[in-house]
């Protein structure tokens, strides 16, 4: 019998997976029960995660690439049914939530650029439409442009820009989303040299609360506050 | 839009709007980590690379089941690719209960790997924090945590073969994972993929 004060003790193992059944199922019953013990499973895990690259590192040969591409098949993913309750965030919301018409337009729009959700545990999302921002360049930069696509939950959103002019390897591009005065980091990122540039943007707060968008050019890996010229700007 | 430069996650949502060039890239990206871990374990190329195919078959088609709050996408993938590997090893060779068949052929591969040059630019700092971590471990720590992970073998085989206590044997996995994870964890977060 596994008593819940042990089954912590047991995570690391769980994680390695070194446990035999009975003990890898208790423990696997009480992680579902314990957001803690889920957590410290996550860590757990992650760290198992690294042991692979332990072995000595071997390319497979070329040809097993083709093989794979030639045989994909264009088929929807094995998505689960609607209204089964296994995990995924995917579940059974992308028909619902992805209406076509949007996916075409923001391809159109956006030169074959695609709309992605960030992947989180989920409950249903609220349905709803994506909200397109668009930046404009200033006199620093008055070819640039990028649109921000906001997720119909308003908290997560991808950022594409186009014609930004490369940095050199000290600084980076840094957006700030802008409420009333006040600015919080949205994320850096780095462009390629056609200045094509992309950002998953986890905003600490909704983003539909704030009123406005600006890209600056700051020091590589980003500071606490705009110092550096403004490229990009746009209004929510 | 150049898929490259998109990282893990992005390329995983794009793979579940079906993009076979985001799988392409993460393809590039991880098949060495996926085909060497598998052929660490398995000693077979040929295995090794239907193993390989597997994953990322796999990973097209149930991208979707892939957990951002579980961890990364590489360490996804390297889950994958361990579970596949042990149910090909399991397959090969019916093992009766406590008896590790598995030992022999995973101890003599269990030598110190010095890292060799990384080409890999986002593998190669892990590379070396972990070789350095695993340096850093008590050599019997070491040894428990390669034997399980790479051999798929469970506490209870691990105690058998080496002819130890099971209790001493969960000690040894216990604190040789609890330093690992320390170390990991108390570093910066690594970018996935550039």
């Given amino acids: ?236 | 839009m150049d898929y490259a430069t998109l990282d893990d996650q992005t390329l995983i949502g794009l793979i579940v709007h079906r993009q076979p060039e985001a799988l392409s890239v993460l393809y590039d990206r991880y098949s060495r980590l996926v085909y060497s871990l598998s052929l660490h374990m398995l000693g077979d190329d040929s295995a090794a690379e239907e193993v390989t195919l597997d994953v990322f078959k796999r990973v097209w088609q149930h991208a979707g089941s892939y957990r951002a709050d579980r961890g990364s996408v590489s360490t996804w993938l390297s889950g994958i690719a361990r579970n596949r590997t042990i149910d090909r090893i399991r397959r090969r060779r019916a093992r009766p209960e406590g008896h590790s068949v598995a030992l022999d052929a995973v101890a003599h591969r269990l030598h110190a790997t010095t890292p060799e040059p990384e080409r890999k630019a986002h593998l190669a700092l892990q590379r070396e924090r972990l070789h350095e971590a695993l340096e850093g471990l008590p050599d019997e720590q070491r040894e428990v945590l390669l034997l399980s992970y790479f051999g798929g073998l469970s506490q209870r085989e691990i105690a058998s073969a080496l002819d130890l206590p099971l209790g001493t044997v969960k000690t040894r996995v216990r604190l040789g994972m609890e330093k690992l994870r320390d170390v990991f964890l108390g570093q910066d977060a690594v970018a996935e993929g550039d």
């Fill in chain 1, 1 to 236: 019998m596994v008593e819940g004060l042990h089954v912590s003790e047991m995570i690391p193992a769980y994680a390695l997976g070194a446990l035999d059944e009975a003990e890898a199922s208790a423990v696997a019953q009480h992680v579902r029960r314990c957001p803690a013990c889920a957590a410290e499973l996550a860590e757990y895990e992650e760290t198992a995660g690294w042991l692979a690259l332990a072995a000595p590192q071997v390319d497979p040969p070329p040809q097993l690439k083709q093989q794979l591409l030639a045989g994909l098949d264009a088929a929807p993913p094995a998505a689960d049914a609607p209204g089964r309750s296994l995990p995924g965030w995917l579940s059974s919301l992308l028909p619902v939530w992805l209406p076509v018409s949007i996916v075409l337009l923001v391809m159109l729009a956006a030169s074959n650029l695609l709309l992605l959700q960030r992947m989180r545990g989920l409950e249903a999302r609220q349905q709803g439409e994506f909200m397109t921002v668009t930046l404009a360049g200033t006199d620093a930069a008055p070819a640039a442009s990028a649109v921000l696509l906001i997720d119909p939950d308003g908290e997560s959103a991808v950022l594409f820009t186009d014609a930004l002019p490369a940095l050199d390897l000290t600084q980076q591009y840094q957006l700030w989303l802008i409420d009333d005065g006040q600015r919080d980091n949205g994320g850096v990122f780095s462009v390629e040299p056609g200045g094509t540039g992309t950002l998953s943007v986890l905003a600490p707060r909704p983003l539909l609360e704030y009123d406005a968008l600006g890209i600056t050019i700051e020091p590589a890996g980003g500071s606490p506050g705009p110092t550096g010229q403004k490229v990009l700007g746009g209004d929510l």
